[in-house]
């Protein structure tokens, strides 16, 4: 709603306080009904500016000649950088100088300040907002780090008799105290860079009032500090100690029990980017799609080369270009149609066989088994950005839910509980597409919970989204499906129940959602290099290629 019209905010004269104004003085900076005028410059009109209303705020005040009282200074002398009147210019001092009127110097200015400001709003600002969420991430992921260590060293001090007890004692204090001076060189950055932040946000605050200001004197003296926000402070890195477990020995036993590395701090100088964040567009567009095979499509996953897999309910896995032409057909050996399909870091497919309860990789046409499982089913898949597999899974009695990951065929973490020994995910046999975002949380889609879980690397629980429950119907409720995440840390998810996709930040709120592309059960996800949106239409067998981001 625009101020200047709102019968909500009208403005008043500040003189009589009740007649709307429909004037201003540039110079006094008040609000004036016409009969009020006469009044307000009874003290000398020369004194006054009085615009229209909506013209207020748009003449400059020039100050006055500290030599010529009677005249402004309306010129800036190039040559002395200074201020002067038209009298000024025609002496001795200036007449040879180069003159530059004051409003093309301040239009200029102005226009200078507000690219700075651009700059540090979209340029400066979000790199240190990413530096704050490196630094954040780290401190949070400290206590897990650390707690490896320790364990690894319960684990070997178990292999000891009693007797050794004192050494793994000291051991961890040692640990406990290298864990204080980690955190206190990353909190001591943090620190730095939040109260730069501060500062950056002061000056966008000076900036805000000068752009709005008609003060010369002000506008003329202001100085940019982008070149020294730019400079980000050096980054630091402190990596982790390391045990390094020994042979058990009766004799020397601190020695031969093990020793713990320090942990080592490095300096890397920050790099200004000038790339831009990506934003949303006002209005997604579908710029292509490509018709597939299957009645009931389910799972899609994005290959660099710009190709496609896509399963549904048949044996088949069939990859596509994006002009829709069929280029290969895989049909799974056994069982029922395959789960879910992704690619690991080499290109290979990979798929989940829920009636042979395996993961499979095929690699040059042939199937190699990477996972069998033994009282659990497999159902959707992800590779990490480390090469990890990541399963979501259930019991074979649909009781149960976890997540699993893998690193080839071994399992190296399981989640499945929160910190209150409460289930994270609903048991029963109901999907639960699965994404590790941009700073490592893995999130599921959480069909039969009509959620979506978002837990840390370490399997710590960060949130859940339900939905905005004003947007549905009693009989469609949030039903989350495929799940996938942008650049941006944006986090995607399928409503197949209302037709169209939800979009949240990394912390679980939601920024917009698209409903404007025509979506007829959409269900699995994926978005490509190019942030490029990729949904199955279940119904239909359709993919479709959706622009968003800009």
Not at 71 to 87: M, N, P, T
Not at 218 to 224: G, L, P, V
Not at 346 to 368: I, M, P
Request: aromatic share 6%.
């Amino acid at each position: 709603m625009d101020p200047e019209t709102s019968a909500q905010d009208v403005h008043r004269c500040d003189f009589c306080e009740t007649a709307t104004a429909q004037s201003y003085c540039d110079f006094c900076h008040v609000n004036l009904c016409k009969p009020c005028i006469g009044e307000h410059i009874s003290d000398g009109y020369h004194k006054h500016k009085i615009v229209p209303f909506h013209e207020r705020r748009s003449t400059l005040i020039y100050p006055k000649c500290g030599t010529h009282q009677h005249k402004s200074c309306k010129f800036q002398c190039k040559d002395c950088d200074i201020l002067v009147c038209s009298l000024c210019g025609l002496t001795d001092k200036h007449r040879s100088h180069k003159l530059e009127e004051v409003s093309n110097v301040c239009k200029s200015k102005k226009q200078k300040i507000d690219n700075d400001a651009k700059d540090l709003e979209n340029i400066i600002s979000p790199m240190y907002e990413e530096v704050v969420v490196d630094l954040e991430n780290q401190i949070a992921n400290l206590d897990g780090g650390y707690e490896k260590l320790t364990t690894a060293i319960s684990e070997h001090g178990a292999e000891w008799h009693k007797q050794i007890d004192i050494v793994i004692n000291k051991m961890k204090t040692e640990i406990c105290e290298m864990k204080l001076k980690h955190r206190d060189i990353l909190q001591k950055q943090l620190d730095e860079i939040k109260q730069i932040q501060s500062h950056i946000k002061q000056t966008l605050l000076v900036i805000e009032e000068i752009k709005e200001s008609t003060q010369v004197s002000a506008i003329i003296k202001h100085s940019c500090k982008n070149s020294e926000f730019s400079k980000l402070p050096p980054k630091i890195q402190v990596s982790l100690p390391i045990f390094i477990p020994k042979p058990t020995e009766q004799k020397n036993m601190y020695k031969f029990f093990g020793e713990i590395t320090p942990s080592t701090t490095t300096t890397v100088e920050y790099v200004l980017s000038r790339k831009k964040p990506k934003k949303l567009l006002d209005a997604p567009e579908v710029v292509a799609t490509i018709k597939t095979q299957y009645k009931k499509l389910r799972s899609v996953t994005c290959l660099n080369n710009g190709n496609l897999w896509t399963s549904g309910e048949t044996n088949d896995i069939n990859c596509y270009n994006i002009e829709g032409l069929r280029l290969h057909t895989f049909t799974k050996i056994s069982g029922e149609f395959p789960n879910d399909v992704s690619v690991d870091s080499n290109g290979n497919l990979l798929y989940s066989n829920g009636a042979t309860r395996t993961v499979n990789k095929v690699k040059n046409g042939k199937t190699e088994e990477l996972i069998r499982l033994d009282g659990w089913r497999p159902g959707k898949l992800c590779v990490t950005s480390t090469g990890d597999i990541l399963v979501s899974m259930f019991s074979n009695d649909a009781a149960q839910s976890k997540v699993v990951r893998y690193s080839d065929s071994t399992e190296k973490q399981t989640i499945q509980f929160d910190d209150k020994g409460k289930p994270l995910y609903s048991g029963n046999k109901k999907t639960k597409y699965i994404i590790e975002n941009r700073n490592q949380d893995i999130c599921v889609a959480d069909c039969g919970a009509g959620e979506v879980v978002v837990v840390n690397q370490d399997g710590k629980l960060r949130w859940r989204y339900t939905g905005y429950r004003s947007i549905f119907a009693d009989n469609h409720p949030f039903k989350p499906r495929g799940i996938t995440t942008d650049s941006q840390s944006h986090i995607l998810t399928a409503d197949g129940e209302m037709d169209f996709i939800h979009i949240l930040d990394m912390n679980g709120q939601v920024i917009r959602y698209i409903d404007n592309c025509d979506l007829k059960t959409p269900w699995g996800l994926c978005i490509d290099n190019e942030d490029n949106l990729f949904v199955c239409e279940r119904r239909g067998g359709n993919v479709k290629k959706i622009k968003y981001l800009k």
